[in-house]
């Protein structure tokens, strides 16, 4: 991570828009979010799918190429995304997901908020809107939940638990550090 990366996350301004989406589980059935999982979308149709009723699937945010964010659900609801509960389900799932990395072997559809990346490898405007994310959703579930997003690699993780021909260049390490760089 530059030295300039780091100078431009106090004045980095996030650029989210919210979409209307279908494939909502409304609330958590009294769980709390406590993981924030960052993969990739590599599909070029994934705005369409997400918004697809039919697809039944979709991440809380995306974050595009230049920077700005797509928000499809509210951190306290939930999609069908990532609904594994068993390695081998994971497996079945990640073929009916291609062009996507998200799987991980434990349900974590009531317990985290799901974050990805357009592309396997981040720029440097995808990173400083993934602290800025981080930030916003730490804040929400300040103020939904009162509790903090505790910034370390056991509560934002990459979904990186099976190995796929797609692969995740992203450095969690470094969202952590920019995200700590300007506290909330």
Not at 35 to 47: A, P, Q, S
Not at 84 to 111: D, F, I
Not at 121 to 135: F, G, I, M, V
């Amino acid at each position: 991570m530059t030295e300039n990366l780091e100078k431009r996350t106090y004045d980095h301004v996030l650029k989210i828009s919210q979409i209307l989406c279908p494939n909502i589980v409304i609330g958590r059935k009294g769980h709390v979010p406590d993981t924030v999982i960052f993969g990739c979308v590599t599909d070029k149709n994934f705005h369409k799918k997400f918004i697809d009723g039919d697809y039944g699937k979709a991440p809380h945010y995306v974050i595009l190429r230049d920077g700005s964010v797509l928000n499809y659900i509210s951190v306290s609801d939930s999609s069908s995304y990532f609904t594994t509960s068993s390695l081998s389900e994971s497996e079945n799932y990640y073929a009916k997901a291609k062009g996507l990395v998200s799987c991980r072997p434990v349900n974590v559809s009531l317990y985290s908020v799901s974050i990805l990346f357009e592309g396997e490898d981040a720029t440097d405007e995808q990173l400083l809107a993934a602290a800025s994310l981080l930030r916003l959703i730490s804040m929400k579930f300040i103020r939904l939940y009162r509790k903090k997003l505790p910034p370390d690699g056991n509560h934002i993780i990459p979904a990186t638990a099976l190995s796929s021909k797609y692969s995740f260049n992203v450095r969690i390490e470094d969202i952590i550090e920019l995200f700590k760089k300007r506290p909330i």
